[in-house]
């Protein structure tokens, strides 16, 4: 088999055409969610589409952290 290219940037999809070949199809991969920094969990409220600053939730580390890890930071900055 021949591969269209040695880049990975884009994944490879195995196609048959309608002649009968099996031919690579390669397309974007899919983008992964955004994770909290601190406890690696998926992030809600962050969007693949649109602005930059619509994608995020406008908190401080919003995209960043999640809510709970933002919260147990800042209780404990304001403990310390
Ligand atoms: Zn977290």
Known sequence: MKWPT?????RRIMRRTPGGRNVVH???RKQSKAHCAVCRQALK?????G??????????????????CVRQMMIERARA
């Open 6 to 10: 040695k880049s990975r940037s884009k």
């Open 26 to 28: 390669l397309k974007p």
């Open 45 to 49: 409220g962050v969007a693949q589409k």
């Open 51 to 68: 602005a930059a600053s619509e994608k995020r939730p406008s908190r401080p580390y919003g995209g960043y952290l999640c809510s709970a």
